[in-house]
C-alpha cells in the first residue's frame, strides 16, 4: 500500500518503490512512502492562486472560525487518529499528547487570534509614532499576510501535532502550507489531512500533504515564502544552508532537539514534596513518547549529596513502568517508533557510557509485555550516572533520543547554573525548588540559553503542565543547539507569516488605510448622536464635542463620599499645597465619570453595553474651577460572531475619548469600548 501526497487538490501514489515504513511494535509492513513524480513547483503555484488568495480575502476571525470548526470535526475523529497512532509504538496517553494535544493547540490558537487580532484582512501593530512636530506626519506598523505558502517540515515523533501547531498560525495569518511529515511516521499525519481535506473546512490549495522526500522543493521558493524545520539540529543546518534560501532570504525557523536540562534545587532534599516531584517529572519524561520528545529530560542536574537518592528513587519508579505492545493491559511505556531508532539510541548510549556509568536499565536483554522485544523497536528506560559532569563533553553534546537521561552532580549553585548552560542551548529547563530566592538566581543565571523555564514546586505542582508541554501562548523553541527559533508563541507565532510594514503619512491617510481613527485626522460630524447609530451606520472617524462643565468643589466632596476616596491632595488644603499639584484636584475617576456623563446619550438605543476602558492616562491635574470638555471619536469597529444563544448580533466599537481643559490642555486620554447593536448576517 502506498502512503500518498496530496498536491494540486488530488491525492497522488507516486511513482517508485519508495520506502517501506513498518508497525513499530512488530514490524508488520504499512506501506511505502515516496514522493517521486510531484511536481513542487506546481505545487507552489497551486497553493498561492488558490489557498493563499481565498485566506487573504477571509479576515483573521473568519480563519480563527473556520479553525475552530475544524478543531471540533477532527476531535470527533480522534478515535480513528489513536488506532493508527499505535502502530507508531504510542500508548493511549502518547497518542493523547500528539493527537488531542495538537487539536487543543488548534483551539487555542483561534482563541488567541479572536481574542488578540483584530476582525480584518491585515493588522494593525504598536502605537502610533509622532514625527513630526506638530502631528501631521505620524507612523504606524501594520501586519499583512505574505503571498506565498508556508513549508513544514516535521519530526518523526509528533505527527499530528508537530503539523497542527504549525499550520495553526499560518492560516490564521493567511498563507497556505504545505507539509512534509518524517518517513517513519507519515501514515498517521496521512490519516488526519484525509479528515482534514475531506470536511470541506479549508479552501482548497491551503493545506497540501508531501509523503517522502522534498526534492527540489526548496528551489522554487521565493522572498514571500517562509520555511519551518523540526528535527535534528544536523539536518536544520544542512536545510537553512539551502542556496535558494540564503539567496532569497526565506525566514526559516527551526526547533531542533536539544539537551534540555532539569535541576533539583539544594534544599529540595529528599522527603520533600519538591524531591517527589521531580522524581515524577524526570521518570515522566523519560518514560512519555518511549522519551522521544524533543523536550524530554536528557540532563537531571542534582545536588551532590543527593544523587544516589535521586537514582534509587528513579529505579524504583521506572521499575513501575511495563514496557511493552500499547494493546497489552497494564503496559505504559510502548516501543520507539522504528528499529533505526532504536538502533541510533544504543549508539548514543553506548557512546555516553565511555564517560558515565549505567546505573538502569542499558541492555538488550529486558522484559517486554505482549511482544516481541526483537522484532518491535523496543528499548529499556535506562539511566546513566556522570560523576563529573564538567570534566566531560558527552553528557553535553550526545543525544540519546529515546528513554534515556543522565544524572549529574553538581556542588554548588554555581556548578549547577553552568551546567545548564552546557546544554549550549535547550528548548526547556526547568528548576525543581520551594525556594523562590534560589529560583530568581538560577532562572536569571540561564534563562538565556533557554527558550522556556518552568519553576516547580508544591504551590503549582497541581496545575502544571510539567516540563515537556508546550503551550499555544507561550514561546517553543530556544536559542543555540535547540534551532533559535520560536514556532509558538500566542500572535507572536501568527506575526511570523505576515509582513511587518512602516507605514508614515497625514493623520487622514494613516486612518483610511488602518481603518482605526489616528489623532488629528479630520473628525466626522454628524447631527446625530454617534450612539443613536448601529454598529453598521457608524462610520470610522465618527466625533462628538460635548459641553463644558466647570468643576466644583461639591464635585470632589460628593465623589469621595460616593467613592470612600479621601486621599490628601483631595481634601487636605494645606498638604495639597505641599504636594506636586500645589492645590487641591478632582479626582482622576472623578474626571472620567463626568466626561461619561458629558458623551452619554442616556436613551435606550443601539449601544447594549459598556464593554471595557483601555490605554487610560491621566495628563493634567483638574482643580477646583476647571473647565473640562470632551471629544469622543469612533475609533475601531471588531465584528463579533453571533452565538447561537445570542438573540442580538453586536461589535464592538472602540471609542477615542481626549478630555480637555479651558486652556486646550488634555487632562486625560483613553478608549471606551461598547457593545453596539449591528444587522444581523
Same mark, same amino acid.
Given at each position: 500500500?502506498?502512503?500518498?501526497?496530496?498536491?494540486?487538490?488530488?491525492?497522488?501514489?507516486?511513482?517508485?518503490?519508495?520506502?517501506?515504513?513498518?508497525?513499530?511494535?512488530?514490524?508488520?509492513?504499512?506501506?511505502?512512502?515516496?514522493?517521486?513524480?510531484? %511536481?513542487?513547483?506546481?505545487? !507552489?503555484?497551486?497553493?498561492?492562486?488558490?489557498?493563499?488568495?481565498?485566506?487573504?480575502? #477571509?479576515?483573521?476571525?473568519?480563519?480563527?472560525?473556520?479553525?475552530?470548526? !475544524?478543531?471540533?470535526?477532527?476531535? %470527533?475523529?480522534?478515535? #480513528?487518529?489513536?488506532?493508527?497512532?499505535?502502530?507508531?509504538?504510542?500508548?493511549?496517553? %502518547?497518542?493523547?499528547?500528539?493527537?488531542?494535544?495538537?487539536?487543543?493547540?488548534?483551539?487555542?490558537?483561534s482563541g488567541i487570534a479572536r481574542r488578540e487580532l483584530p476582525n480584518e484582512t491585515f493588522a494593525v501593530e504598536g502605537d502610533i509614532e509622532q514625527l513630526s512636530a506638530k502631528g501631521s506626519f505620524l507612523g504606524?506598523?501594520?501586519?499583512?499576510?505574505?503571498? =506565498?505558502?508556508?513549508?513544514?517540515?516535521?519530526?518523526?515523533?509528533?505527527?499530528?501535532?508537530?503539523?497542527?501547531?504549525?499550520?495553526?498560525?499560518?492560516?490564521?495569518?493567511?498563507?497556505?502550507?504545505?507539509?512534509?511529515?518524517?518517513?517513519?511516521?507519515?501514515?498517521?499525519?496521512?490519516?488526519?489531512?484525509?479528515?482534514?481535506?475531506?470536511?470541506?473546512?479549508?479552501?482548497?490549495?491551503?493545506?497540501?500533504?508531501?509523503?517522502?522526500?522534498?526534492?527540489?522543493?526548496?528551489?522554487?521558493?521565493?522572498? /514571500?515564502?517562509?520555511?519551518?524545520?523540526?528535527?535534528?539540529?544536523?539536518?536544520?543546518?544542512?536545510?537553512?544552508?539551502?542556496?535558494?534560501?540564503?539567496?532569497?532570504?526565506?525566514?526559516?525557523?527551526?526547533?531542533?532537539?536539544?539537551?534540555?536540562?532539569?535541576?533539583?534545587?539544594?534544599?529540595?532534599?529528599?522527603?520533600?514534596?519538591?524531591?517527589?516531584?521531580?522524581?515524577?517529572?524526570?521518570? /515522566?519524561?523519560?518514560?512519555?513518547?518511549?522519551?522521544?520528545?524533543?523536550?524530554?529530560?536528557?540532563?537531571?542536574? &542534582?545536588?551532590?549529596?543527593?544523587?544516589?537518592?535521586?537514582?534509587?528513587?528513579?529505579?524504583?519508579?521506572?521499575?513501575?513502568?511495563?514496557?511493552?505492545?500499547?494493546?497489552?493491559?497494564?503496559?505504559? #511505556?510502548?516501543?520507539?517508533?522504528?528499529?533505526?531508532?532504536?538502533?541510533?539510541?544504543?549508539?548514543?548510549?553506548?557512546?555516553?557510557?565511555?564517560?558515565?556509568?549505567?546505573?538502569?536499565?542499558?541492555?538488550?536483554?529486558?522484559?517486554?509485555?505482549?511482544?516481541?522485544?526483537?522484532?518491535?523497536?523496543?528499548?529499556?528506560?535506562?539511566?546513566?550516572?556522570?560523576?563529573?559532569?564538567?570534566?566531560?563533553?558527552?553528557?553535553?553534546?550526545?543525544?540519546?533520543?529515546?528513554?534515556?537521561?543522565?544524572?549529574?552532580?553538581?556542588?554548588?549553585?554555581?556548578?549547577?547554573?553552568?551546567?545548564?548552560?552546557?546544554?549550549?542551548?535547550?528548548?526547556?529547563?526547568?528548576?525543581?525548588?520551594?525556594?523562590?530566592?534560589?529560583?530568581?538566581?538560577?532562572?536569571?543565571?540561564?534563562?538565556?540559553?533557554?527558550?522556556?523555564?518552568?519553576?516547580?514546586?508544591?504551590?503549582?505542582?497541581?496545575?502544571?503542565?510539567?516540563?515537556?508541554?508546550?503551550?499555544?501562548?507561550?514561546?517553543?523553541?530556544?536559542?543555540?543547539?535547540?534551532? =533559535?527559533?520560536?514556532?509558538?508563541?500566542?500572535?507572536?507565532?501568527?506575526?511570523?507569516?505576515?509582513?511587518?510594514?512602516?507605514?508614515?503619512?497625514?493623520?487622514?491617510?494613516?486612518?483610511?488605510?488602518?481603518?482605526?481613527?489616528?489623532?488629528?485626522?479630520?473628525?466626522?460630524?454628524?447631527?446625530?448622536?454617534?450612539?443613536?447609530?448601529?454598529?453598521?451606520?457608524?462610520?470610522?472617524?465618527?466625533?462628538?464635542?460635548?459641553?463644558?462643565?466647570?468643576?466644583?468643589?461639591? @464635585?470632589?466632596?460628593?465623589?469621595?463620599?460616593?467613592?470612600?476616596?479621601?486621599?490628601?491632595?483631595?481634601?487636605?488644603?494645606?498638604?495639597?499645597?505641599?504636594?506636586?499639584?500645589?492645590?487641591?484636584?478632582?479626582?482622576?475617576?472623578?474626571?472620567?465619570?463626568?466626561?461619561?456623563?458629558?458623551?452619554?446619550?442616556?436613551?435606550?438605543?443601539?449601544?447594549?453595553?459598556?464593554?471595557?476602558?483601555?490605554?487610560?492616562?491621566?495628563?493634567?491635574? &483638574?482643580?477646583?474651577?476647571?473647565?473640562? /470638555?470632551?471629544?469622543?471619536?469612533?475609533? /475601531?469597529?471588531?465584528?463579533?460572531?453571533?452565538?447561537? @444563544?445570542?438573540?442580538?448580533?453586536?461589535?464592538?466599537?472602540?471609542? %477615542?475619548?481626549?478630555?480637555?481643559?479651558?486652556?486646550?490642555?488634555?487632562?486625560?486620554?483613553?478608549?471606551?469600548?461598547?457593545?453596539?447593536?449591528?444587522?444581523? @448576517?
Amino acid at each position: 500500500m502506498k502512503i500518498e501526497s496530496y498536491a494540486c487538490g488530488a491525492w497522488a501514489k507516486g511513482n517508485d518503490a519508495g520506502v517501506e515504513v513498518r508497525n513499530a511494535i512488530n514490524s508488520e509492513p504499512i506501506g511505502q512512502v515516496t514522493s517521486k513524480g510531484l %511536481d513542487f513547483a506546481d505545487m !507552489l503555484v497551486y497553493a498561492r492562486n488558490n489557498g493563499g488568495r481565498s485566506l487573504r480575502q #477571509m479576515t483573521i476571525h473568519d480563519r480563527a472560525n473556520m479553525l475552530k470548526a !475544524l478543531a471540533k470535526h477532527l476531535l %470527533d475523529k480522534k478515535e #480513528m487518529f489513536y488506532e493508527v497512532s499505535a502502530k507508531t509504538g504510542a500508548t493511549r496517553v %502518547d497518542g493523547w499528547v500528539d493527537i488531542e494535544g495538537g487539536i487543543g493547540t488548534v483551539f487555542a490558537y483561534s482563541g488567541i487570534a479572536r481574542r488578540e487580532l483584530p476582525n480584518e484582512t491585515f493588522a494593525v501593530e504598536g502605537d502610533i509614532e509622532q514625527l513630526s512636530a506638530k502631528g501631521s506626519f505620524l507612523g504606524r506598523h501594520i501586519l499583512t499576510p505574505k503571498h =506565498g505558502v508556508s513549508v513544514h517540515i516535521n519530526a518523526f515523533n509528533f505527527p499530528c501535532w508537530g503539523m497542527l501547531e504549525k499550520i495553526a498560525p499560518s492560516l490564521i495569518a493567511g498563507v497556505p502550507a504545505i507539509v512534509k511529515p518524517a518517513t517513519v511516521s507519515a501514515y498517521l499525519t496521512e490519516a488526519m489531512v484525509r479528515e482534514i481535506i475531506a470536511s470541506g473546512i479549508l479552501p482548497e490549495g491551503a493545506l497540501q500533504l508531501v509523503c517522502g522526500g522534498v526534492g527540489d522543493l526548496l528551489e522554487h521558493l521565493d522572498e /514571500q515564502d517562509s520555511v519551518t524545520f523540526t528535527g535534528s539540529a544536523c539536518t536544520g543546518r544542512m536545510l537553512k544552508a539551502h542556496p535558494n534560501i540564503i539567496a532569497n532570504s526565506i525566514p526559516f525557523n527551526m526547533e531542533a532537539d536539544s539537551l534540555n536540562c532539569s535541576i533539583l534545587g539544594a534544599n529540595a532534599g529528599e522527603g520533600t514534596p519538591e524531591f517527589d516531584l521531580f522524581i515524577k517529572g524526570v521518570a /515522566q519524561e523519560v518514560t512519555v513518547k518511549a522519551g522521544q520528545k524533543c523536550t524530554a529530560i536528557r540532563r537531571a542536574i &542534582v545536588p551532590r549529596d543527593q544523587v544516589d537518592a535521586v537514582i534509587a528513587a528513579l529505579k524504583v519508579r521506572l521499575d513501575k513502568t511495563p514496557v511493552g505492545d500499547p494493546a497489552t493491559e497494564g503496559v505504559r #511505556m510502548g516501543s520507539l517508533v522504528g528499529t533505526d531508532q532504536r538502533e541510533d539510541v544504543w549508539e548514543s548510549v553506548n557512546e555516553l557510557a565511555k564517560t558515565c556509568e549505567v546505573v538502569h536499565g542499558g541492555e538488550r536483554d529486558f522484559e517486554v509485555v505482549g511482544a516481541d522485544a526483537k522484532a518491535g523497536a523496543f528499548f529499556p528506560p535506562t539511566l546513566l550516572h556522570c560523576d563529573k559532569p564538567l570534566a566531560t563533553s558527552a553528557v553535553h553534546s550526545v543525544e540519546a533520543f529515546g528513554p534515556v537521561s543522565t544524572i549529574m552532580a553538581y556542588a554548588d549553585e554555581e556548578e549547577a547554573i553552568e551546567l545548564a548552560r552546557l546544554g549550549r542551548g535547550s528548548l526547556v529547563g526547568s528548576l525543581v525548588t520551594a525556594d523562590d530566592n534560589e529560583a530568581a538566581r538560577i532562572v536569571l543565571g540561564t534563562a538565556a540559553w533557554h527558550g522556556r523555564m518552568l519553576v516547580l514546586n508544591s504551590t503549582c505542582a497541581k496545575e502544571s503542565t510539567g516540563h515537556g508541554s508546550p503551550l499555544a501562548p507561550l514561546v517553543h523553541g530556544g536559542p543555540g543547539r535547540a534551532g =533559535g527559533g520560536e514556532e509558538l508563541g500566542g500572535s507572536r507565532a501568527i506575526k511570523h507569516y505576515m509582513q511587518r510594514t512602516a507605514i508614515q503619512g497625514s493623520p487622514d491617510t494613516l486612518t483610511a488605510i488602518t481603518r482605526q481613527y489616528t489623532t488629528g485626522a479630520t473628525p466626522k460630524i454628524d447631527p446625530v448622536h454617534p450612539f443613536r447609530k448601529t454598529f453598521d451606520e457608524l462610520e470610522i472617524g465618527t466625533s462628538l464635542l460635548t459641553h463644558r462643565r466647570t468643576v466644583t468643589e461639591a @464635585d470632589i466632596v460628593n465623589f469621595g463620599c460616593v467613592s470612600g476616596d479621601h486621599f490628601y491632595a483631595h481634601f487636605d488644603e494645606l498638604a495639597a499645597k505641599d504636594s506636586l499639584f500645589e492645590k487641591r484636584v478632582a479626582h482622576g475617576y472623578f474626571v472620567i465619570s463626568a466626561a461619561a456623563g458629558m458623551f452619554v446619550d442616556p436613551a435606550p438605543g443601539p449601544v447594549l453595553a459598556n464593554y471595557g476602558l483601555e490605554n487610560l492616562r491621566f495628563i493634567e491635574p &483638574v482643580g477646583i474651577g476647571d473647565t473640562i /470638555q470632551v471629544r469622543l471619536t469612533a475609533k /475601531q469597529k471588531i465584528h463579533k460572531a453571533k452565538r447561537p @444563544d445570542e438573540e442580538r448580533a453586536t461589535g464592538v466599537v472602540v471609542w %477615542d475619548v481626549e478630555v480637555k481643559n479651558q486652556h486646550d490642555e488634555t487632562v486625560a486620554v483613553y478608549d471606551i469600548l461598547t457593545l453596539v447593536e449591528r444587522a444581523d @448576517d
